[in-house]
């Protein structure tokens, strides 16, 4: 569970950060960088440098917890409220209901019909 709210934090940030702008001076003309990459054999190369990252987000996801938390005693019952909230009806049921109509096979023809590499004639 924790990890999986890592990745959309990590998906949030993304989010965020991912369509900066180029940094400009203070006389407004943008900014550039000079690298000399090994692979280039030290020939000088231009990329932009963009604006800082940031973090506006966190502010509106921390508020957003904060009043989850006042509302609910629990992250369980904030998740399975969620859950009730954003699922179709239709999709909740139970498993063995969807799987009702289908006819019983024992056990031994399931054996039987099972085929292993160690068992396929040579021919």
């Not at 989010?15 to 280039?40: C, W």
């Not at 030290?42 to 508020?63: Q, S």
């Amino acid at each position: 569970m924790i990890f999986t709210f890592r990745v959309h934090l990590a998906a949030l940030h993304f989010n965020e950060n991912s369509n900066r702008d180029q940094a400009t001076t203070k006389a407004g003309d943008p900014r550039y960088a000079i690298s000399y990459p090994k692979f280039k054999k030290g020939l000088p190369t231009v990329r932009i440098i963009k604006v800082p990252i940031t973090y506006d987000y966190v502010n509106d996801l921390m508020t957003d917890v904060w009043q989850r938390r006042q509302k609910y005693e629990s992250c369980k019952k904030a998740i399975a409220d969620w859950i009730l909230k954003n699922t179709k009806s239709k999709d909740i049921g139970n498993l063995v209901d969807k799987f009702d109509d289908l006819e019983d096979v024992s056990k031994e023809d399931i054996v039987l019909a099972h085929v292993s590499r160690f068992n396929i004639p040579i021919k």
